[in-house]
């Protein structure tokens, strides 16, 4: 992996002409708070009825990492679906990731710090609006600490200007929906934070992240959730990705990798194999807890038997012509790459391959 620090200064893909094209369709997708995400509210799924008739289980990054973690947690998350009480961590997450992607609607000459900054408030106003949960955060005693948490997203944003140069990007999509359903009926689904194509069609997935950069160690599973957007991309577009490109906002490091098509297909394998244990253990209706220091920010303490505490009753099988109990998948209300529950620095659980990220940054501009 390269880690690159400096400001942007390599020409665009739309400095070279590449198109730009408008948001693609996303996906429903109820989020842990009950509700739609909030900066994915209108989008449906981009298959077609043929397509769908063929799902047997649908994954997404979060979900597959959940099960990873604590097959107990992708339980409560996926099949009895409980609701979970967002961080000021995970909204600050999900707040710069919604200034990020307005930003990239205004043309590029106004694209500048200020610009994004001023974007924050409204931005605020119109999240709360759509997640009431998230405004619950600032009211009583805690009201005193919103101006001072609404700066600390600023700072993040100040990052994100020391990492790319907005003005020199034209991106092909911006928190969009990709999905695929694999020969096995595995759907895999999952929205990406950015794309970039170049005019020879080389792509970048491009994610961020609002927690710090995490160790060497655990390289490869911050990784994950990008090989499993290049996955999909590949087997939707018959491309590779040339690169995956992770920018931490929190530290103002660019990462970048290079897959290539082996690799991918050890992936798709090994997510074959992890689909298999989710529905092993949804047919024995057994997700046992797995604990960690990852139990002191999880929001189920009360119901894990770790913790003295005993679970719901399994949910009832679903009716006929509906997806199965494992099936359901769903993507956080509020973001969680800044919270360690669910993929702090150091934390973020084992992805489906456990082998280390090697070295290849692309050259697709931005960051460099």
């Known amino acids: 992996m390269t880690v690159d620090t400096s400001p942007a200064g390599v020409p665009s893909p739309r400095d070279a002409g590449a198109r730009s094209e408008a948001d693609g369709p996303g996906g429903e997708g109820s989020g842990e708070l009950g509700s739609q995400h909030p900066l994915r509210r209108h989008r449906s799924s981009t298959l077609s009825a043929a ?14 990492a959940d099960f990873k973690t604590c097959p107990l947690l992708y339980r409560y998350r996926t099949i009895d679906r409980l609701p979970e009480i967002p961080s000021t961590d995970q909204v600050r997450g999900t707040l710069v990731h919604a200034v990020l992607e307005k930003l990239y609607e205004l043309p590029a000459a106004q694209r500048t710090p200020a610009a994004a900054t001023a974007m924050l408030q409204p931005e605020w106003q119109r999240l709360a609006e759509a997640e009431p949960a998230m405004a619950e955060l600032f009211t009583g005693d805690a009201a005193a600490d919103f ?24 991106p092909a999509d911006r928190e969009s929906l990709i999905e695929v359903v694999l020969d096995t009926g595995l759907r895999l689904r999952g929205f990406v934070d950015r794309l970039d194509v170049s005019p020879a069609g080389d792509i970048r997935v491009v994610d961020y992240k609002t927690g710090g950069s995490p160790r060497e160690a655990f390289e490869a599973r911050a990784l994950f959730q990008l090989k499993f ?38 992936f798709e394998r090994n997510l074959g194999a992890l689909w298999a244990a989710i529905e092993r ?68 659980p084992a992805g489906a391959d456990a082998e280390p990220a090697g070295a290849g940054a692309a050259d697709l501009g931005g960051a460099g």
Not at 238 to 261: I, M, N
């Open 51 to 64: 397509e769908l008739a063929d799902v047997r289980g649908s994954l997404s990054p979060s979900r597959a």
């Open 147 to 170: 101006d001072g948490w609404l700066a600390s997203a600023g700072e993040l944003l100040d990052g994100y200007f020391m990492v790319e140069d907005p003005q020199r990007l034209e």
């Open 229 to 266: 957007y290049a996955l999909v991309l590949w087997r939707t577009r018959g491309v590779v990705p040339r690169s995956l490109r992770l920018l931490y906002l929190k530290d103002r490091e660019a990462c970048d990798y290079s897959p290539d098509a082996d690799e991918l297909a050890r």
């Open 281 to 348: 253990a949804t047919a024995a209706k057994e997700f046992p807890p797995k604990r960690s220091r990852l139990c002191d920010w999880c929001s189920h303490q009360s119901r894990c038997p770790e913790f003295g505490g005993t679970p719901p009753p399994f949910p009832a099988p679903a009716e006929p012509g509906t997806e199965p109990a494992a099936a359901p998948d769903t993507e956080p209300a509020a973001r969680s790459d800044a919270e360690p529950a669910a993929g702090a620095p150091g934390s973020e």
